[in-house]
């Protein structure tokens, strides 16, 4: 996506979700609601849901390239141009596509429910003892997906793009990442020299991004992730360290680093196990001072970014207002959310 694009329709989420913590704040609910909206790819046809962009760009003979936001109470398809209608029907068209795969169900409406309530294979139906020819056909492209994206490599244009230098833990290839989890937690001795002489000591914010179980993530959408929470740190005026790439790194690799560099918040940008429905599917953690000896329960996630869970762009900017919030209360994790309440 274009980084300006992605730098105004950051701008606007991050206006948009101050708005909504501002309005929060003057009429508190018991029945509180995420200031983010994310895409809902389980809802049924029947639901008003935006399954297109967050965002459209209209041109004006006055400003190019305004950002207008849909009001979600009043999205239907009749308030769409005729170009968004035309997607919206091709995306109701391959919907319907997913049909049950069961001659002669018992309950025909209940099981085409569950379909559309779950990406998981259901419903799929049998040839006589064996899965269908198709079905077959698509779980092995889709395994096949899966092995890719966990020996495959983050392509260095993408790096380069995003001026991430790259650096290594203690893994030397694949097949022991995969049997030694503890090598991927722990930076190599040349990496920890590199970061040194590279990185800026006691940052604010350190963005560091790895592949972990998944290189396709990283490719898929890391980009517009990280442009966004960039533009999202920016706008709130924080001092963010200069962001690398770690090759075969492990959640608890941002441990070495609060060794190394003492930041405040660690956001550490990492590619999830792939499944057998997606395979580029990536992780956001964040972390209140790490250090070694730190517990799981003082981290935080925002998992399931991708085009078919959290929209990336949005990911970026919400991670961006977590940011905000894990030092305005100096915690994270369960710390955070005790200290909240």
């Not at 091709?90 to 429910?113: A, M």
């Not at 779980?139 to 495959?152: E, I, K, S």
């Not at 980009?223 to 492990?250: C, N």
Request: glycine share 6%.
């Amino acid at each position: 996506m274009n980084p300006e694009l992605i730098e105004k329709i950051t701008r606007s989420i991050v206006e948009k979700l101050e708005k909504q913590s501002c309005f929060e704040q003057s009429f508190p609910t018991d029945d509180r609601q995420s200031s983010v909206t994310f895409w809902d790819h389980t809802s049924s046809a029947n639901k008003k849901v935006i399954n297109g962009p967050l965002a459209e760009v209209v041109e004006d003979d006055s400003v190019k390239e305004l950002i207008k936001f849909p009001n979600i109470q009043e999205n239907n398809l009749t308030s769409l141009p005729e170009s968004k209608m035309a997607i919206q029907q091709e995306e109701d068209i391959e919907s319907k596509q997913q049909v049950s795969g069961i001659k002669n169900p018992v309950n025909q409406e209940e099981l085409d429910t569950l379909i559309q309530k779950t990406p998981a294979r259901i419903g799929i139906g049998r040839a006589g003892l064996r899965p269908r020819t198709e079905t077959w056909l698509k779980f092995r492209y889709d395994h096949a997906a899966a092995v890719d994206a966990v020996y495959g490599n983050v392509n260095d244009d993408l790096l380069k793009r995003l001026n991430l230098f790259k650096v290594n833990t203690q893994v030397k290839d694949k097949e022991v990442y995969i049997r030694r989890p503890d090598y991927g937690r722990k930076l190599s001795d040349e990496a920890k020299k590199c970061i040194q002489e590279k990185c800026t000591k006691s940052p604010t914010v350190q963005i560091i991004v790895s592949d972990g179980l998944s290189s396709k993530a990283i490719e898929e959408n890391v980009e517009d992730v990280y442009l966004s929470l960039q533009q999202s740190l920016k706008s709130a005026d924080l001092d963010v360290g200069i962001p690398f790439y770690i090759e075969k790194g492990r959640v608890a690799v941002m441990d070495d680093i609060g060794e190394l560099l003492t930041p405040k918040v660690v956001v550490l940008l990492i590619g999830e196990r792939p499944g057998l429905i997606s395979a580029e599917s990536l992780s956001a953690y964040l972390c209140y001072e790490p250090r070694k000896g730190m517990i799981e329960a003082e981290r935080m996630v925002v998992s399931n970014i991708h085009k078919g869970g959290i929209p990336p762009v949005e990911a970026g900017a919400y991670l961006g207002t977590l940011v905000q919030k894990i030092l305005k209360y100096e915690a994270s994790g369960v710390s955070l959310v005790q200290k909240e309440q």
